[in-house]
């Protein structure tokens, strides 16, 4: 049986990221970054990438499940690259454009999986 979680990567910008992370929010998606930490910590103009991985079933509301636990990889200010998680509502990231070729999506896959990046936590509490 085919996944129902889909096997890409879409870039999206700073400003999609956060309100796709205020979504994760508002529906009371346990993956999420807190209102205002994007806006505060994001590269303002990089792109960032999200990759899902989980079919996530939270259950308190079942009109929300299932949803998509995405890999991110993103760009904070300092120009690190980090590693995040962000749980997605799967008609928001299907919305997204499909903009990435097939070996620039599997480069961000290798980097998310293997690139020993710092996690979200691990930057944060370097740099408060």
Known sequence: MPSPV???VKAVDT????QLDTQAIE???SRNHGRGWLAEHAAPLALHYL???LLHRAGRRPELDPHWRCMLL???RDGQEIFSLLDV?????DRLPETLDRAAKQAIVDR???GE???????ASLNP
């Open 27 to 29: 529906y009371g998606f």
């Open 6 to 8: 889909p096997r890409t």
């Open 117 to 123: 990046l710092s996690t979200q936590a691990q930057w």
């Open 89 to 93: 509502w799967p008609a928001s990231f």
């Open 74 to 76: 993103l760009t904070v």
């Open 15 to 18: 400003a999609t990221l956060i």
């Open 112 to 114: 998310l999986n293997h």
């Open 51 to 53: 990759h899902p991985f």
